[in-house]
């Protein structure tokens, strides 16, 4: 959300309300109007494209292959490259590097 609205720091927004006062002053709105309208306008796109996805397809199994298809790929060769790139960051070689961007690609 945060590059979405161009925001520095994600929760700059946000009023901490851990102080224990009762002041009416304390208590803001957490969100400006941009960022619910953002979150709102993402959530109702998910939940049409959904429905449209459950009108379009005959089978429902035919929908958990195609998500289970795409979220194991996604395990089995993206994770592993990134996860080795982050561990060993700044220490691995270039050909290293070079085998793990491939992987990811």
Same mark, same amino acid.
């Given at each position: +959300?945060?590059? !979405?609205i161009s925001?520095?720091?994600?929760?700059?927004?946000?009023? =901490? +309300?851990?102080? $224990?006062? =009762? +002041?009416? /002053?304390?208590?803001? &709105?957490? @969100?400006?109007?941009?960022?619910?309208?953002?979150?709102? =306008?993402?959530?109702?796109?998910?939940?049409?494209?959904? !429905?449209?996805?459950? &009108?379009?397809?005959?089978?429902?199994? !035919?929908? !958990?292959?195609?998500?289970?298809?795409?979220?194991?790929? =996604?395990? /089995?060769? &993206?994770?592993?490259?990134?996860? @080795?790139? /982050?561990? @060993?960051?700044?220490?691995?070689? /270039?050909?290293?590097?070079? $085998? +793990?961007?491939?992987?990811?690609?």
């Open positions: +959300d945060s590059i !979405c925001q520095q720091h994600p929760g700059d927004d946000i009023q =901490s +309300d851990s102080s $224990g006062s =009762s +002041d009416d /002053a304390l208590l803001q &709105v957490r @969100h400006t109007t941009g960022k619910w309208f953002l979150d709102t =306008s993402i959530r109702i796109f998910i939940i049409l494209v959904l !429905c449209i996805l459950g &009108v379009v397809l005959p089978k429902p199994n !035919c929908v !958990c292959d195609l998500v289970g298809d795409v979220f194991m790929s =996604s395990m /089995a060769f &993206v994770l592993p490259g990134a996860l @080795h790139l /982050a561990a @060993h960051k700044g220490s691995l070689s /270039a050909w290293t590097v070079i $085998g +793990d961007i491939i992987l990811i690609v």
